[in-house]
Nanobody
Framework: QVHLVESGGGPVQSGGSLRLSCAAS??????MGWFRQAQGKEREEVAA???????WYADSVKVRFTLSRDNSKNTLYLQMNSLIPEDTAMYYC??????????????????????WGQGTQVTVSS
């Protein structure tokens, strides 16, 4: 059974940093990503990483955010720097366990993922 557990969220001042973690178990790592959803808004892409370490970033977080993984711990990380209030959202970790999805959708399309964590809240204050 697949499990994704996010952690690292919390309140932070504008300009500060947070590191989100997503611990994955129960499947072989391939494609994973982060998405976020602000209150009252639709979920949007943040970043994604494939099995060989290639990364994709949404324009809104490029340069400020860095995605990485620790294969020995099967954990995904999102280093978030220079945070602004617009980054306030629930951040979700997503995993692709059906390889066929990679041929149908791009890495930053939420439809490419078939398993989701419960989310971790990030709140950036001015």
């Amino acid at each position: 059974q697949v499990h994704l557990v996010e952690s690292g969220g919390g309140p932070v001042q504008s300009g500060g940093s947070l590191r989100l973690s997503c611990a994955a178990s129960g499947y072989t790592y391939s494609m994973m990503g982060w998405f976020r959803q602000a209150q009252g808004k639709e979920r949007e892409e943040v970043a994604a990483i494939d099995s060989v370490g290639r990364t994709w970033y949404a324009d809104s977080v490029k340069v400020r955010f860095t995605l990485s993984r620790d294969n020995s711990k099967n954990t995904l990380y999102l280093q978030m720097n220079s945070l602004i209030p617009e980054d306030t959202a629930m951040y979700y970790c997503a995993a692709q366990t059906d390889l066929r999805l990679s041929f149908r959708f791009s890495a930053l399309d939420e439809r490419a993922y078939n398993y989701w964590g419960q989310g971790t809240q990030v709140t950036v204050s001015s």
